[in-house]
């Protein structure tokens, strides 16, 4: 955790109900949120904030978050992202770690976030 115990947070969904839905597992989480809605404000808002971390979703329309996330790690090789999706296809998961992501979370265990975050 950060010196100040706060941490930034990038939530990236192009269903802003679903963002809401990530911000509110983030309740027990000492947090600043940045939201995107697109993969591309993601890769430019990574550049902008540099978020602690990135909670991002897979399926996004025009830019996958795959593709989103393989951008940002081309240029923030630290970058820890977590994919959110509700995707069962573990196509999707396998993809999601090839290109650098360090967790992978069904939309329906959005609890095991904070754990993930806070280890």
Known sequence: MKKDNVIKIMVVDDNKC???VIKDSLSAVPCFIIECSTGQDAID???RALP???LM???M???SGITALSEIKK???EAKIIM???SVEEEVCDASFKAGAMAFVRKESLFQIPDLILK
């Open 75 to 77: 240029n923030h090789p």
């Open 84 to 86: 959110v999706t509700n």
């Open 57 to 59: 979703d897979v399926m």
């Open 61 to 63: 329309k025009p830019m």
């Open 18 to 20: 679903m963002r809401e």
């Open 45 to 47: 808002g990574y550049d």
């Open 52 to 54: 602690d971390w990135v």
